[in-house]
């Protein structure tokens, strides 16, 4: 599984350095495709973003700034462009566990091609369950940030819900009237810090 890891900023140069010494120290993050899409921030430049994640497989700057949920849409897009399998969404202002992209790589195959490392509290719990050994909830609405989706998933997004300014929230609602399960580990592996 070749996956993506799709980093969205805008400005906060200090959580964005935070995140991704974090990401940095993921198990497996060398075999990923790190991806940074930036949504014309005027707070730096390409080179101080290859800078912070010198690793990264791609950079793409924004000409006209799209908003989150426009820049969150054309990474997905940019993403199913890719090849990659797998996209992981890790927010400019997220931390992880060392085990976190694991987990991705141990749970996606069992789920229904979408699951979240950062069990909110914001998205209430309709149900628990197991997926790849690991103990998860089921949820009605996820957030965008620290979720993995496979193409299906992505492909089945772009196609089926508009553009909007609640992006995640109405993908997330497409998705549960397709049958599809929104599973999010019980414990999370991503967390906000901003």
Sequence with gaps: ?????????????????????????????SGCNIRVYDDASPFWDTD???????TAREIVRREKNLGADG?????????????????????SDLIFRPDALEC???IIGASDGIVSLYNSAIHPASDTCAV?????????????AGTAMTR??????????PASTAYDWDWSRYLVSKGIRLVVT??????HIG
Excluded at 14 to 22: F, H, I, P, V, Y
Excluded at 48 to 54: C, G, I
């Design 71 to 91: 820049n969150m849409r054309r990474m997905f897009i940019d993403f199913l462009a890719s090849g990659d399998d797998c996209l992981f969404i890790a927010d």
């Design 48 to 54: 101080y973003l290859r800078r912070v994640f010198p």
């Design 1 to 29: 599984m070749t996956l993506t890891i799709g980093v969205t900023t805008w400005g906060r140069p200090d959580l964005l350095e935070t995140m991704a010494l974090s990401l940095s120290e993921c198990a497996g993050v």
């Design 152 to 161: 299906a998933v992505a492909e089945m997004i772009i196609s089926g819900v």
């Design 104 to 106: 991705v790589s141990r």
């Design 186 to 191: 019980e414990e999370s592996y991503a967390q």
């Design 132 to 144: 790849g050994g690991i103990p998860c909830v089921i949820k009605k609405t996820i957030g965008a």
